[in-house]
DNA sequence: GAATGTGAAGGTTTTCACAGCA
DNA sequence: TGCTGTGAAAACCTTCACATTC
Protein backbone atom coordinates (compact mmCIF):
# COMPACT_ATOMS: atom_id res chain seq x y z
CA UNK A 1 0.00 0.00 0.00
CA UNK A 2 1.53 2.87 -0.48
CA UNK A 3 -1.00 5.39 -1.24
CA UNK A 4 -3.39 6.88 0.20
CA UNK A 5 -5.97 4.47 2.55
CA UNK A 6 -9.18 6.04 1.70
CA UNK A 7 -9.00 6.77 -1.59
CA UNK A 8 -12.03 5.23 -3.12
CA UNK A 9 -10.58 5.06 -6.79
CA UNK A 10 -13.26 2.57 -7.61
CA UNK A 11 -16.54 2.02 -8.82
CA UNK A 12 -18.30 -1.00 -9.53
CA UNK A 13 -21.45 -0.31 -11.51
CA UNK A 14 -22.80 2.39 -8.87
CA UNK A 15 -20.53 1.08 -5.71
CA UNK A 16 -17.91 2.44 -4.82
CA UNK A 17 -14.74 0.09 -4.29
CA UNK A 18 -12.26 0.75 -1.93
CA UNK A 19 -8.76 0.38 -2.47
CA UNK A 20 -8.20 -2.33 0.72
CA UNK A 21 -10.74 -4.17 -1.11
CA UNK A 22 -9.42 -4.46 -4.23
CA UNK A 23 -6.01 -5.39 -2.68
CA UNK A 24 -7.66 -7.69 -0.44
CA UNK A 25 -9.07 -9.42 -4.09
CA UNK A 26 -5.28 -9.58 -5.26
CA UNK A 27 -5.04 -11.91 -1.81
CA UNK A 28 -8.02 -13.91 -2.66
CA UNK A 29 -6.96 -14.55 -6.13
CA UNK A 30 -3.33 -15.46 -5.29
CA UNK A 31 -4.81 -18.12 -2.17
CA UNK A 32 -7.81 -19.62 -4.48
CA UNK A 33 -4.96 -20.73 -6.78
CA UNK A 34 -3.50 -22.82 -4.00
CA UNK A 35 -6.42 -23.90 -2.93
CA UNK A 36 -7.19 -25.25 -6.57
CA UNK A 37 -3.82 -26.74 -6.56
CA UNK A 38 -4.39 -28.27 -3.61
CA UNK A 39 -7.60 -29.71 -5.11
CA UNK A 40 -10.28 -28.11 -2.87
CA UNK A 41 -13.62 -27.68 -4.14
CA UNK A 42 -15.36 -25.23 -2.06
CA UNK A 43 -13.96 -22.69 0.56
CA UNK A 44 -15.72 -21.25 3.33
CA UNK A 45 -15.41 -17.32 4.60
CA UNK A 46 -14.38 -18.86 7.54
CA UNK A 47 -11.64 -21.06 6.01
CA UNK A 48 -10.35 -17.99 3.46
CA UNK A 49 -10.15 -15.53 5.94
CA UNK A 50 -8.18 -18.10 8.65
CA UNK A 51 -5.68 -17.92 5.67
CA UNK A 52 -5.94 -14.42 5.03
CA UNK A 53 -5.65 -13.32 8.53
CA UNK A 54 -8.98 -11.66 7.95
CA UNK A 55 -12.81 -11.86 9.82
CA UNK A 56 -14.66 -14.19 7.71
CA UNK A 57 -17.67 -11.04 7.28
CA UNK A 58 -14.89 -9.10 5.90
CA UNK A 59 -13.99 -11.92 3.25
CA UNK A 60 -18.04 -12.32 2.57
CA UNK A 61 -18.36 -8.30 2.83
CA UNK A 62 -16.01 -8.04 0.16
CA UNK A 63 -17.37 -10.80 -2.54
CA UNK A 64 -20.72 -9.12 -1.78
CA UNK A 65 -19.65 -5.48 -3.47
CA UNK A 66 -19.27 -7.83 -6.69
CA UNK A 67 -21.92 -10.91 -6.87
CA UNK A 68 -23.56 -13.91 -5.19
CA UNK A 69 -20.46 -16.02 -5.72
CA UNK A 70 -21.25 -18.28 -2.71
CA UNK A 71 -23.97 -21.38 -1.63
CA UNK A 72 -25.86 -21.06 1.44
CA UNK A 73 -24.68 -24.03 3.85
CA UNK A 74 -21.83 -25.07 1.51
CA UNK A 75 -18.90 -22.08 0.96
CA UNK A 76 -17.74 -20.34 -2.29
CA UNK A 77 -16.81 -23.19 -5.54
CA UNK A 78 -13.12 -22.35 -5.45
CA UNK A 79 -11.95 -22.76 -9.58
CA UNK A 80 -15.35 -20.57 -10.30
CA UNK A 81 -14.41 -17.85 -7.86
CA UNK A 82 -11.02 -18.17 -8.50
CA UNK A 83 -12.05 -17.10 -12.12
CA UNK A 84 -14.33 -14.64 -10.78
CA UNK A 85 -11.78 -12.40 -8.90
CA UNK A 86 -9.67 -12.67 -12.34
CA UNK A 87 -11.93 -11.50 -14.20
CA UNK A 88 -12.86 -8.26 -11.71
CA UNK A 89 -9.03 -7.39 -11.16
CA UNK A 90 -9.07 -7.63 -15.31
CA UNK A 91 -6.25 -10.46 -15.22
CA UNK A 92 -8.18 -12.82 -16.93
CA UNK A 93 -6.43 -11.52 -20.11
CA UNK A 94 -2.76 -10.13 -21.52
CA UNK A 95 -1.40 -6.93 -20.58
CA UNK A 96 1.34 -5.49 -22.83
CA UNK A 97 3.48 -3.73 -20.98
CA UNK A 98 6.90 -1.93 -21.37
CA UNK A 99 9.62 -1.78 -18.65
CA UNK A 100 11.57 1.19 -18.72
CA UNK A 101 15.27 1.24 -16.64
CA UNK A 102 16.78 -1.74 -17.19
CA UNK A 103 18.76 -1.34 -13.84
CA UNK A 104 19.16 -3.43 -10.97
CA UNK A 105 15.64 -3.39 -10.23
CA UNK A 106 14.59 -2.76 -13.17
CA UNK A 107 16.24 -6.30 -14.54
CA UNK A 108 14.84 -8.12 -11.41
CA UNK A 109 11.37 -7.01 -12.30
CA UNK A 110 11.48 -8.47 -16.45
CA UNK A 111 12.37 -12.29 -14.45
CA UNK A 112 9.60 -12.12 -12.11
CA UNK A 113 7.71 -14.69 -12.46
CA UNK A 114 4.16 -13.64 -10.66
CA UNK A 115 3.83 -10.63 -13.38
CA UNK A 116 3.85 -13.35 -16.10
CA UNK A 117 2.01 -15.41 -14.52
CA UNK A 118 -0.93 -12.66 -14.35
CA UNK A 119 -1.21 -11.57 -17.37
CA UNK A 120 1.71 -8.68 -17.51
CA UNK A 121 3.69 -9.59 -20.42
CA UNK A 122 6.65 -7.40 -20.07
CA UNK A 123 7.51 -7.13 -24.28
CA UNK A 124 9.69 -4.01 -24.37
CA UNK A 125 12.62 -2.60 -22.44
CA UNK A 126 14.08 0.83 -22.48
CA UNK A 127 17.42 2.52 -21.09
CA UNK A 128 19.15 5.55 -21.67
CA UNK A 129 22.56 3.41 -21.52
CA UNK A 130 24.52 3.02 -25.31
CA UNK A 131 26.21 -0.12 -23.96
CA UNK A 132 22.48 -1.87 -23.12
CA UNK A 133 20.93 -0.32 -25.81
CA UNK A 134 20.62 -2.83 -28.95
CA UNK A 135 21.46 -5.73 -26.85
CA UNK A 136 19.07 -8.86 -25.69
CA UNK A 137 18.04 -9.07 -22.06
CA UNK A 138 16.29 -12.46 -21.27
CA UNK A 139 14.89 -12.59 -24.35
CA UNK A 140 14.22 -8.90 -25.29
CA UNK A 141 15.88 -6.39 -27.18
CA UNK A 142 16.47 -3.00 -25.00
CA UNK A 143 15.63 -0.07 -27.23
CA UNK A 144 16.45 3.69 -26.55
CA UNK A 145 14.70 5.76 -24.36
CA UNK A 146 15.03 8.76 -26.62
CA UNK A 147 12.34 6.86 -29.16
CA UNK A 148 10.00 6.01 -26.06
CA UNK A 149 6.88 8.08 -27.07
CA UNK A 150 7.07 6.74 -30.60
CA UNK A 151 8.05 3.03 -29.45
CA UNK A 152 5.27 2.99 -26.79
CA UNK A 153 2.78 3.62 -29.38
CA UNK A 154 3.93 1.69 -31.87
CA UNK A 155 4.38 -1.31 -29.79
CA UNK A 156 0.29 -0.86 -28.58
CA UNK A 157 1.83 -0.95 -24.92
CA UNK A 158 -0.77 -0.36 -22.12
CA UNK A 159 0.96 -0.75 -19.47
CA UNK A 160 4.45 1.03 -17.84
CA UNK A 161 6.85 0.06 -15.03
CA UNK A 162 9.16 2.56 -14.18
CA UNK A 163 12.30 1.90 -12.37
CA UNK A 164 14.98 4.59 -13.26
CA UNK A 165 16.67 6.88 -10.87
CA UNK A 166 14.42 9.47 -9.07
CA UNK A 167 16.26 12.19 -10.67
CA UNK A 168 14.86 11.33 -14.16
CA UNK A 169 11.78 9.93 -13.26
CA UNK A 170 9.73 13.00 -13.79
CA UNK A 171 11.14 13.05 -17.24
CA UNK A 172 10.42 9.74 -18.14
CA UNK A 173 7.36 10.09 -17.11
CA UNK A 174 6.36 13.07 -19.10
CA UNK A 175 7.04 10.99 -22.22
CA UNK A 176 5.06 8.06 -21.30
CA UNK A 177 1.88 10.67 -20.79
CA UNK A 178 2.13 11.60 -24.27
CA UNK A 179 2.06 8.65 -25.74
CA UNK A 180 -0.78 7.91 -24.40
CA UNK A 181 -0.11 5.37 -21.57
CA UNK A 182 -2.96 5.39 -18.77
CA UNK A 183 -1.39 3.22 -16.22
CA UNK A 184 2.16 3.50 -14.54
CA UNK A 185 3.38 1.69 -11.89
CA UNK A 186 6.77 3.40 -10.52
CA UNK A 187 9.89 2.11 -8.54
CA UNK A 188 11.61 5.51 -8.53
CA UNK A 189 11.73 6.95 -4.83
CA UNK A 190 9.98 10.79 -6.14
CA UNK A 191 6.38 12.25 -5.44
CA UNK A 192 5.63 12.16 -9.31
CA UNK A 193 2.85 14.16 -11.21
CA UNK A 194 0.92 12.56 -14.08
CA UNK A 195 -2.57 14.34 -15.42
CA UNK A 196 -6.11 13.48 -13.59
CA UNK A 197 -6.73 10.67 -16.21
CA UNK A 198 -3.53 8.43 -15.65
CA UNK A 199 -3.29 6.52 -12.91
CA UNK A 200 0.14 6.15 -10.83
CA UNK A 201 0.77 3.66 -8.18
CA UNK A 202 4.52 3.88 -6.18
CA UNK A 203 6.07 0.96 -5.31
CA UNK A 204 8.12 1.99 -1.96
CA UNK A 205 10.39 -1.52 -0.95
CA UNK A 206 12.06 0.45 2.14
CA UNK A 207 8.28 1.22 3.13
CA UNK A 208 7.79 -2.22 4.83
CA UNK A 209 11.19 -2.11 6.32
CA UNK A 210 10.73 0.81 7.81
CA UNK A 211 6.94 -0.14 9.64
CA UNK A 212 9.25 -2.89 10.77
CA UNK A 213 12.06 -0.40 12.03
CA UNK A 214 9.31 1.24 13.48
CA UNK A 215 7.28 -2.26 15.27
CA UNK A 216 10.89 -3.19 16.22
CA UNK A 217 12.03 0.31 18.02
CA UNK A 218 8.55 0.83 19.93
CA UNK A 219 8.46 -2.36 20.56
CA UNK A 220 5.08 -2.75 19.21
CA UNK A 221 1.77 -5.28 20.01
CA UNK A 222 0.90 -7.23 17.19
CA UNK A 223 -3.18 -6.78 16.02
CA UNK A 224 -4.96 -10.03 16.36
CA UNK B 1 0.63 -1.81 1.75
CA UNK B 2 -0.15 -4.86 1.94
CA UNK B 3 -1.61 -5.82 4.61
CA UNK B 4 -4.62 -4.76 6.85
CA UNK B 5 -5.18 -1.60 6.62
CA UNK B 6 -7.04 -1.34 10.10
CA UNK B 7 -4.19 -2.74 11.74
CA UNK B 8 -3.15 -0.61 14.89
CA UNK B 9 -0.04 -2.23 15.44
CA UNK B 10 1.29 0.32 17.19
CA UNK B 11 1.56 2.22 19.85
CA UNK B 12 3.30 5.18 21.50
CA UNK B 13 2.95 6.25 24.68
CA UNK B 14 -0.41 5.69 25.00
CA UNK B 15 -2.01 6.25 21.67
CA UNK B 16 -2.29 4.05 19.11
CA UNK B 17 -0.75 4.60 15.59
CA UNK B 18 -2.06 3.34 12.55
CA UNK B 19 -0.62 1.69 9.67
CA UNK B 20 -1.47 4.39 7.50
CA UNK B 21 0.23 7.16 9.24
CA UNK B 22 3.19 5.10 9.98
CA UNK B 23 3.95 4.67 5.97
CA UNK B 24 2.68 8.59 5.60
CA UNK B 25 5.87 9.19 7.89
CA UNK B 26 8.27 7.07 5.90
CA UNK B 27 7.09 9.46 3.05
CA UNK B 28 7.69 12.81 4.52
CA UNK B 29 11.32 11.52 5.66
CA UNK B 30 11.81 11.42 2.04
CA UNK B 31 10.43 14.22 1.07
CA UNK B 32 11.98 16.09 3.57
CA UNK B 33 15.23 14.70 2.46
CA UNK B 34 14.86 16.01 -0.43
CA UNK B 35 13.31 19.25 0.67
CA UNK B 36 16.59 19.74 2.72
CA UNK B 37 18.82 19.27 -0.34
CA UNK B 38 16.78 21.83 -2.28
CA UNK B 39 18.02 23.96 0.65
CA UNK B 40 14.93 24.80 2.70
CA UNK B 41 14.61 25.71 5.96
CA UNK B 42 11.27 25.46 6.69
CA UNK B 43 8.09 23.87 5.48
CA UNK B 44 4.43 24.00 6.53
CA UNK B 45 1.59 21.58 6.25
CA UNK B 46 0.42 23.18 3.42
CA UNK B 47 3.57 22.50 1.30
CA UNK B 48 4.26 19.07 2.62
CA UNK B 49 0.62 18.13 1.83
CA UNK B 50 1.12 19.21 -1.58
CA UNK B 51 4.08 16.99 -2.08
CA UNK B 52 2.54 14.17 -0.69
CA UNK B 53 -1.33 14.40 -1.89
CA UNK B 54 -3.12 15.16 1.02
CA UNK B 55 -4.67 17.75 3.40
CA UNK B 56 -2.29 19.82 5.75
CA UNK B 57 -4.80 19.09 8.42
CA UNK B 58 -3.85 15.23 8.00
CA UNK B 59 0.53 16.11 7.72
CA UNK B 60 -0.47 18.26 10.96
CA UNK B 61 -2.53 15.16 12.65
CA UNK B 62 0.35 12.45 11.89
CA UNK B 63 3.01 14.72 13.08
CA UNK B 64 0.79 15.99 16.34
CA UNK B 65 0.69 12.37 17.68
CA UNK B 66 4.86 12.26 18.39
CA UNK B 67 5.38 15.23 19.32
CA UNK B 68 4.73 19.39 18.60
CA UNK B 69 7.50 19.72 15.66
CA UNK B 70 6.10 23.26 14.52
CA UNK B 71 6.10 26.76 15.20
CA UNK B 72 2.46 28.59 14.59
CA UNK B 73 2.63 31.52 11.99
CA UNK B 74 5.84 29.77 10.28
CA UNK B 75 5.97 25.66 9.74
CA UNK B 76 8.22 22.83 10.49
CA UNK B 77 12.35 23.38 10.05
CA UNK B 78 12.86 20.89 7.59
CA UNK B 79 16.31 18.91 9.21
CA UNK B 80 15.28 18.84 12.72
CA UNK B 81 11.36 17.11 11.17
CA UNK B 82 13.60 14.96 9.30
CA UNK B 83 15.74 13.96 12.01
CA UNK B 84 12.49 13.53 13.94
CA UNK B 85 10.98 11.36 11.68
CA UNK B 86 14.04 9.07 11.40
CA UNK B 87 14.21 8.97 15.20
CA UNK B 88 10.46 7.90 15.61
CA UNK B 89 10.94 5.17 12.64
CA UNK B 90 14.09 3.92 14.17
CA UNK B 91 15.99 4.53 10.96
CA UNK B 92 18.71 6.52 13.05
CA UNK B 93 20.55 3.87 13.77
CA UNK B 94 22.44 0.73 11.65
CA UNK B 95 20.00 -2.26 11.27
CA UNK B 96 21.94 -5.38 10.74
CA UNK B 97 19.89 -7.58 8.45
CA UNK B 98 20.58 -10.99 6.51
CA UNK B 99 18.65 -12.13 3.00
CA UNK B 100 17.66 -15.29 2.38
CA UNK B 101 17.47 -16.40 -1.37
CA UNK B 102 20.07 -14.63 -4.00
CA UNK B 103 18.23 -15.00 -6.77
CA UNK B 104 16.11 -12.87 -9.21
CA UNK B 105 14.56 -10.86 -6.64
CA UNK B 106 16.88 -11.39 -3.93
CA UNK B 107 20.16 -10.31 -6.09
CA UNK B 108 18.66 -7.11 -6.82
CA UNK B 109 17.68 -6.08 -3.39
CA UNK B 110 21.56 -6.65 -2.15
CA UNK B 111 22.32 -3.93 -4.58
CA UNK B 112 19.39 -1.45 -4.04
CA UNK B 113 20.46 1.40 -2.41
CA UNK B 114 17.52 2.89 -0.52
CA UNK B 115 17.92 0.19 1.83
CA UNK B 116 21.30 1.20 2.75
CA UNK B 117 20.36 5.28 2.61
CA UNK B 118 17.70 4.37 5.57
CA UNK B 119 20.30 2.30 7.39
CA UNK B 120 19.23 -1.39 6.44
CA UNK B 121 22.28 -3.14 6.08
CA UNK B 122 22.61 -6.29 4.15
CA UNK B 123 25.52 -7.69 5.95
CA UNK B 124 24.89 -11.45 5.46
CA UNK B 125 23.41 -13.71 2.39
CA UNK B 126 22.22 -17.02 2.18
CA UNK B 127 21.11 -19.25 -0.43
CA UNK B 128 20.99 -23.02 -1.40
CA UNK B 129 22.26 -23.48 -3.60
CA UNK B 130 25.64 -25.20 -3.74
CA UNK B 131 27.30 -22.74 -7.15
CA UNK B 132 26.42 -20.04 -5.17
CA UNK B 133 27.92 -20.90 -1.66
CA UNK B 134 30.79 -19.63 -0.46
CA UNK B 135 30.51 -16.86 -4.02
CA UNK B 136 30.86 -13.57 -3.91
CA UNK B 137 27.93 -11.65 -3.66
CA UNK B 138 28.38 -7.75 -4.06
CA UNK B 139 31.14 -7.95 -1.24
CA UNK B 140 29.54 -10.18 0.49
CA UNK B 141 30.02 -14.39 0.79
CA UNK B 142 26.42 -16.11 0.02
CA UNK B 143 26.47 -18.91 3.11
CA UNK B 144 24.55 -22.33 3.16
CA UNK B 145 20.74 -22.05 4.05
CA UNK B 146 21.63 -25.03 5.89
CA UNK B 147 23.54 -23.05 9.00
CA UNK B 148 20.71 -20.45 8.86
CA UNK B 149 19.98 -20.61 12.43
CA UNK B 150 23.23 -20.73 13.85
CA UNK B 151 24.57 -18.34 11.19
CA UNK B 152 21.67 -15.34 11.71
CA UNK B 153 22.45 -15.70 15.72
CA UNK B 154 26.50 -15.60 15.50
CA UNK B 155 25.98 -12.29 12.96
CA UNK B 156 23.81 -10.86 15.49
CA UNK B 157 20.99 -10.28 12.95
CA UNK B 158 18.36 -8.04 13.71
CA UNK B 159 16.13 -8.22 10.25
CA UNK B 160 15.82 -10.69 7.61
CA UNK B 161 14.26 -10.44 4.11
CA UNK B 162 13.07 -13.69 2.65
CA UNK B 163 13.25 -13.92 -1.27
CA UNK B 164 12.93 -17.66 -1.87
CA UNK B 165 10.54 -19.86 -3.96
CA UNK B 166 6.88 -19.62 -2.28
CA UNK B 167 7.06 -23.56 -1.97
CA UNK B 168 10.23 -23.12 0.74
CA UNK B 169 9.78 -20.15 2.14
CA UNK B 170 7.75 -21.45 5.68
CA UNK B 171 10.72 -23.66 6.08
CA UNK B 172 13.22 -20.86 6.03
CA UNK B 173 10.49 -18.50 8.42
CA UNK B 174 10.83 -21.35 10.74
CA UNK B 175 14.30 -21.50 10.95
CA UNK B 176 14.80 -17.47 11.19
CA UNK B 177 11.64 -17.50 14.20
CA UNK B 178 14.20 -20.22 15.84
CA UNK B 179 17.04 -17.57 15.54
CA UNK B 180 15.14 -15.47 17.33
CA UNK B 181 14.10 -12.93 14.81
CA UNK B 182 11.70 -10.50 15.46
CA UNK B 183 11.32 -8.69 12.20
CA UNK B 184 10.93 -10.26 8.60
CA UNK B 185 10.32 -8.76 5.49
CA UNK B 186 8.81 -11.61 2.75
CA UNK B 187 8.90 -11.10 -0.84
CA UNK B 188 7.57 -15.11 -1.23
CA UNK B 189 3.94 -15.40 -2.82
CA UNK B 190 3.11 -17.13 0.15
CA UNK B 191 0.52 -16.97 3.65
CA UNK B 192 3.55 -17.34 5.88
CA UNK B 193 2.79 -18.14 9.82
CA UNK B 194 4.87 -16.85 12.71
CA UNK B 195 4.61 -16.51 15.87
CA UNK B 196 2.57 -13.51 17.74
CA UNK B 197 5.68 -11.76 18.87
CA UNK B 198 7.43 -12.10 15.47
CA UNK B 199 6.39 -9.12 12.82
CA UNK B 200 6.15 -10.52 9.35
CA UNK B 201 5.42 -7.82 6.16
CA UNK B 202 4.73 -9.16 3.03
CA UNK B 203 5.58 -7.40 0.00
CA UNK B 204 3.57 -8.36 -3.01
CA UNK B 205 4.98 -6.33 -6.05
CA UNK B 206 1.87 -7.48 -8.65
CA UNK B 207 -0.37 -6.29 -6.03
CA UNK B 208 -0.30 -2.56 -7.67
CA UNK B 209 -0.29 -4.02 -10.94
CA UNK B 210 -3.70 -5.55 -10.16
CA UNK B 211 -4.75 -2.36 -8.73
CA UNK B 212 -3.83 -0.68 -12.18
CA UNK B 213 -5.51 -3.23 -14.32
CA UNK B 214 -8.62 -3.59 -11.88
CA UNK B 215 -8.97 0.78 -12.43
CA UNK B 216 -8.12 0.18 -16.40
CA UNK B 217 -10.74 -2.56 -16.70
CA UNK B 218 -13.36 -0.40 -14.65
CA UNK B 219 -12.50 2.76 -15.89
CA UNK B 220 -12.35 4.05 -12.53
CA UNK B 221 -12.29 7.80 -11.46
CA UNK B 222 -9.12 9.33 -10.18
CA UNK B 223 -9.38 10.68 -6.28
CA UNK B 224 -8.81 14.17 -6.62
C1' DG C 1 -1.06 37.69 9.46
C1' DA C 2 0.21 33.03 9.20
C1' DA C 3 0.38 28.49 10.48
C1' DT C 4 0.29 24.95 14.25
C1' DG C 5 -2.19 21.75 17.33
C1' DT C 6 -6.41 19.55 18.46
C1' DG C 7 -11.22 18.44 20.01
C1' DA C 8 -15.28 17.53 17.42
C1' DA C 9 -17.63 16.36 13.22
C1' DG C 10 -17.87 13.78 9.23
C1' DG C 11 -16.98 9.97 6.32
C1' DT C 12 -15.31 5.34 5.39
C1' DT C 13 -14.35 0.68 6.53
C1' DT C 14 -14.94 -3.25 9.41
C1' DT C 15 -17.55 -6.11 12.34
C1' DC C 16 -21.82 -7.69 14.18
C1' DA C 17 -25.81 -10.22 14.06
C1' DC C 18 -29.36 -12.31 11.93
C1' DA C 19 -32.61 -13.37 8.09
C1' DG C 20 -32.57 -16.48 4.38
C1' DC C 21 -31.48 -20.43 1.89
C1' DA C 22 -29.25 -25.07 0.62
C1' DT D 1 -27.52 -27.44 10.65
C1' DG D 2 -24.18 -24.60 8.22
C1' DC D 3 -22.90 -20.85 5.78
C1' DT D 4 -23.95 -16.86 2.79
C1' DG D 5 -25.46 -12.12 2.07
C1' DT D 6 -26.42 -7.77 4.12
C1' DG D 7 -28.49 -3.89 6.77
C1' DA D 8 -27.10 -1.77 11.06
C1' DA D 9 -23.76 -0.80 14.57
C1' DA D 10 -19.22 -0.14 15.88
C1' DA D 11 -14.63 1.16 15.05
C1' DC D 12 -11.56 3.82 12.84
C1' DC D 13 -9.47 7.44 10.05
C1' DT D 14 -9.69 11.97 7.95
C1' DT D 15 -11.22 16.58 7.69
C1' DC D 16 -13.06 20.66 9.73
C1' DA D 17 -12.76 24.64 12.30
C1' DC D 18 -10.93 27.42 15.58
C1' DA D 19 -8.27 28.67 19.70
C1' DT D 20 -3.52 29.47 20.24
C1' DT D 21 0.97 31.01 19.40
C1' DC D 22 4.81 33.23 16.99
Same mark, same amino acid.
Given at each position: ????????????????????????L?RY???????????????????L???????????????????????????????????????I???D?L????????G??? +????G !??? /? #???????I =?????????IG???????I??????????K??????V??A????????????????????????????L????????????? +????? !??? /? #??V????? =??
Amino acid at each position: MNSNTYSTVGSFGKKRISESTIHRLSRYYRTLSVLEKEGLQTVSSKDLAKREKLTPAQVRKDLSFFGSFGTRGLGYPVTELKHQMASILGIDRLWRVALIGVGNIG +SALVG !YKE /F #ARQGFNII =KLFDNDQRKIGSNHKGITISDVRNLERDLKEARIEMVIIAVPATVAQYIIDDVVKAGIKAILNFAPANLKVPNDVFLRNENM +SMELE !YLS /F #ALVNNHAQ =KK
